[in-house]
């Protein structure tokens, strides 16, 4: 398993970028297509195309370990997909365990490491 970092930056999404460059586009599809397999909907996504990209995802659901912070996925085009949780005053996110391999992987392999991770099962 990969070691958790901690992500101290406030998430926002990047409204200055122009969606119809292919890049956004790409990046707005892939992220709603992993909200998606995880029936969260589009509402709850949040993309900026900084350098590396990056993704948020809140995510409806808590965890048994951390029944006071909310689950969020994370993604950078460096490291990938990170189930994280954040604080309650939702400044600030904590990635707790990563996918590894393929920083761009499909949206069913997203779906089930959060589901695994959800399950208590080892991630990475």
């Known amino acids: 398993m990969q070691q958790p ?5 406030e998430v926002a999404c990047d409204v200055d970028v122009e969606w119809n ?7 707005r599809h892939y992220v709603y297509a992993v909200a998606d397999a ?5 509402e709850a996504c949040c993309f ?5 990209p990056s993704a948020y995802i809140a995510v409806d659901i808590r965890h048994h370990r951390y029944p006071n912070e909310d689950v969020a996925l994370l993604w950078d085009e460096r490291t990938g997909w990170a189930v994280g949780i954040e604080s ?4 600030d996110l904590r990635a ?7 920083p761009h992987a499909t949206p069913e ?6 589901r695994r991770w959800l399950a208590g099962c080892e991630t990475s």
């Open 109 to 114: 392999t997203v779906a089930n490491f959060v």
């Open 96 to 102: 707790l365990t990563y996918l590894g391999g393929d």
């Open 88 to 91: 309650r005053s939702g400044h």
């Open 5 to 9: 970092k901690n992500l101290s930056e």
């Open 48 to 52: 900026e195309l900084g350098m590396p």
């Open 38 to 42: 995880l029936d969260v909907g589009a």
């Open 21 to 27: 460059e292919a890049p956004a586009r790409w990046l």
